[in-house]
């Protein structure tokens, strides 16, 4: 297990390295100077200097990244070109509103997904199984911005359900704390914490069930196959030859041994999600990740773009290591495997 630990880190921190020589680039790739674009402080402003001789930029490109990296590990990633705000400050508050989408969409995903997949799997080659993988193929091909308007369209115009655009009613006054609303209401001290927290509820039904559909229905699709393909193993054979019921069988036997290679495909299903946040937060004017990019984009704020395009793979990479971690701990073939290769 030490030996896969130590692998597993050295190329999270080789990639972590290289993302930030790429972050660093961004500077010098954007028009403008790369002082301002690092730190948001403009050239006629009085302290560029200060700012100039804080980030060495009178130094060589070796000592202008150093600096840089002390600054990014403090916590000191420079001023919003738009509001003058802390980047850092405000890029954890749309991180968290990003993953207050993307942890219950995954959530969503996994508890439909999975029970669905191994329905189909029971069901081999039958019109049930037949209905669920067309199901399945129609979901995971459906562009996620018109998946949108199209519920929007029923749901929110037609029936009137729920909200269009937002976290939660600005009459309730709940002032942003962390940046996930749930949290913030349960955190404030409304008089109608509960009126508030139906509300963000409302407000956050249809963004999640968007964000959830593709990934609901690819990992629908890779349970089903999954667990198909034990159920033909002959370790499972003979558990049925052994007398054991056809549920103890798929229990005790298929089920787990099928949800290890779907956990393989957890890193997929998260980067997805990741991605389809961005669209999702821009239709709803989430305040997340992917809508503070795209903003940003249009503003051309760079300190911010460099900072979100520095979170979003750096969530990524964090998430892929923490998920090889596990599998290498709850599988020890798959470490046997790894160092094999090594």
Known sequence: MTRYLVGRLSVFIIAVFLLTVFSFSLNYLFPGDPITNMTGVRTFQNNYSLVMELRAGDENIAAQYLHYLRHLFAGDWGLSLSNSTPVFADGLQHFLASMELIILALLVAVIFGLPLGVFAA??????????????????????????????????????????ITGQINPLYGVEPQTGSILIDVFLSQSEYKAEALQDALNHIVL?????????????????????????????????????????????????PNAVQSVLQQTTLLFSLLLTNSIVVESIFNWPGMGNWLIRSIFERDYPIIQAAVLMFAFVILLFNLLVELYHGWRFPIVRHEQNATD
């Open 207 to 255: 963004p999640v069930l968007i964000l959830a559909i593709m990934p609901m229905m690819l990992l629908l699709r890779l349970m089903r196959n999954a667990t198909q393909e034990m159920l033909q193993k002959p370790f499972v054979k003979a558990a049925r030859a052994r007398g054991l019921s056809e549920w103890r069988v798929l229990v005790k036997h298929a089920i």
């Open 122 to 163: 029971t069901r081999f080659r039958q019109r049930s199984d037949k209905a669920v993988i067309s199901l399945a193929m129609m979901g995971y091909s459906i562009p996620v911005f018109w998946l949108a308007q199209l519920l929007i369209l029923l749901f929110a115009i037609k029936l009137g359900w729920f909200p």
